[in-house]
T-cell receptor, first 113, second 116 residues
Framework: AQSVSQHNHHVILSEAASLELGCNYSYGGTVNLFWYVQYPGQHLQLLLKYFSGDPLVKGIKGFEAEFIKSKFSFNLRKPSVQWSDTAEYFCAVNLYNFNKFYFGSGTKLNVKP | GAVVSQHPSWVICKSGTSVKIECRSLDFQATTMFWYRQFPKQSLMLMATSNEGSKATYEQGVEKDKFLINHASLTLSTLTVTSAHPEDSSFYIC????????????FGQGTRLTVV
């Protein structure tokens, strides 16, 4: 069965620290990859997405992610986090020809001011 | 981004009754809608995928007779939890996309269902 793994369940950082959240998926076919963010009390919003081309994609608010096909990974990064980045982050995979979105378990990021 | 509205935001119902949750795409035509269930401290579990005008495709382990999904128009899908029991209490989230593969999905705000 297809699965999406997020290894960090809870991350605590100080402001200005660098962030990297891991995401791995298990599916041998073609995929699109997404990172969604859920701020406290709000619904899920798209941070960035990878469809094809340059494996390094840039999203909103200074986030970026790198697709490494050989590692089935799509890690999220930000060089310097801010207190306002406190939220829960979800990695998602969309399978080719199935158009289903499977989500990882989410990572709660807590940025201390 | 596009707006998806989910209603109600929360509902409390008695065991044995049915509850309907609506998911509307407000400013785009949602060819495909997804229904998820989220347990506390867990991920979103895909329950079913529905395409407008056709029957929903349910994920393995999801009871189609218990979770009735209707996607009668390009802007509305409904999830009805029939004969609800306390174990059905959960957070239900819908999302919608224009249906083309790879198109991002837009999410509703979720519905907290409590069955007493």
């Amino acid at each position: 069965a297809q699965s999406v793994s997020q290894h960090n369940h809870h991350v605590i950082l100080s402001e200005a620290a660098s962030l990297e959240l891991g995401c791995n998926y298990s599916y041998g076919g073609t995929v699109n990859l997404f990172w969604y963010v859920q701020y406290p009390g709000q619904h899920l919003q798209l941070l960035l997405k990878y469809f094809s081309g340059d494996p390094l994609v840039k999203g909103i608010k200074g986030f970026e992610a790198e697709f490494i096909k050989s590692k089935f990974s799509f890690n999220l990064r930000k060089p310097s986090v801010q207190w306002s980045d406190t939220a829960e982050y979800f990695c998602a995979v969309n399978l080719y020809n199935f158009n289903k979105f499977y989500f990882g378990s989410g990572t709660k990021l807590n940025v201390k001011p | 981004g596009a707006v998806v509205s989910q209603h109600p935001s929360w509902v409390i119902c008695k065991s044995g009754t049915s509850v309907k949750i609506e998911c509307r795409s407000l400013d785009f035509q949602a060819t495909t809608m997804f229904w998820y269930r989220q347990f506390p401290k867990q991920s979103l579990m895909l329950m079913a995928t529905s395409n407008e005008g056709s029957k929903a495709t349910y994920e393995q382990g999801v009871e189609k007779d218990k979770f009735l999904i209707n996607h009668a128009s390009l802007t509305l899908s409904t999830l009805t939890v029939t004969s609800a029991h306390p174990e059905d209490s959960s957070f239900y989230i819908c999302s919608a996309s224009s249906g083309e593969w790879g198109t991002e999905a837009f999410f509703g705000q979720g519905t907290r269902l409590t069955v007493v």
